[in-house]
Every structure is written in C-alpha cells, then in structure tokens.
C-alpha cells in the first residue's frame, strides 16, 4: 500500500458539476497583460493550446463572442467589449491545461474543450479547474 496516497481522491469529474459560469466570478472583463504590436492573436482552442505546448510561446486567445477578425486578420473587439484585451497564454498554463485535458475521459474532454471555445469567462473557469487538478 502506498502511503503517500490520500484516504480520498478528488475526481477530477466533481469539480467539472463544481466550475462555475458566473461573469460575476471573475469580473469583468478580464484585464491581460500588455499586448505587444504583433503577437499572435487567435480564437481559442485545444488546437491552440497544443500549438504552445509545442512551440509558440505563447498564444494571445479572443473569442467569437467578442468580436472578429478583418480582412487583414487584425481582430477587432465588438461594441461593448471595448475594455477587452486578448489574453495571453503561456507554456506552462497551457502544457497544464494540456496534462488535464489528456488525464479526462472522453465525454469530459468534449466539456473541456467546448468551454475552452465558448468564452472568456468559460476559459478562465477551466484554467481554474487545471490549476485546481495540477497542485
């Protein structure tokens, strides 16, 4: 018998019925660092979140909900979202998310990505969970 091991495991299962999606949660809207001229800015997604684990840094995410993407492929925030800016992701959050996400069965990693994609306050509920797992 391994003594390190805890009485109860957590599942990571629970905490999925747990994550909330309350703006409130996390305010609004979520204030990144300083976004430099010519960094990457994309939707966010697992893809995403794979292509810095794997060697861009890092990603600047945005969402659908948000705004979109002109003709030269500079995104441009919906009225509204004024006070927005893209959200940086480094390595490290996104090889976490990334250990998650591959530690999950399949129904529950359909969950993971859809609120990945779905929207800021969605992502930020998953990177609460990732980091809530890793510890």
């Known amino acids: 018998m391994n ?3 805890p009485e109860k495991a957590i599942s990571i299962f629970d905490l999925f019925e ?3 999606e309350d703006e409130d949660y996390y305010g609004s809207p979520v204030r990144p660092l ?9 939707f966010a997604s ?3 979140l794979i292509d810095i684990v794997e060697g861009d840094t890092y990603l600047c995410f945005v969402w659908p909900d948000e705004g979109s993407f002109d003709e030269k492929g500079h995104f441009q925030f919906n009225q509204g979202y004024d006070e927005y800016e893209p959200v940086i992701i480094d ?8 250990i998650v ?3 999950i069965v399949p129904d529950k990693q359909e969950i993971f990505v859809q609120r990945i994609a779905k929207d800021r306050i969605n992502f930020m509920n998953m990177v ?3 980091w809530s797992c890793i510890k």
């Open 91 to 98: 390595q490290t959050t996104a090889n976490a998310m990334k």
């Open 46 to 48: 697992i893809e995403r």
């Open 101 to 103: 996400y591959q530690a």
């Open 3 to 5: 003594n390190n091991m």
């Open 18 to 20: 747990e994550a909330k």
């Open 128 to 130: 609460d969970l990732t």
């Open 34 to 42: 300083e976004i430099q001229s010519g960094q990457k800015v994309v």
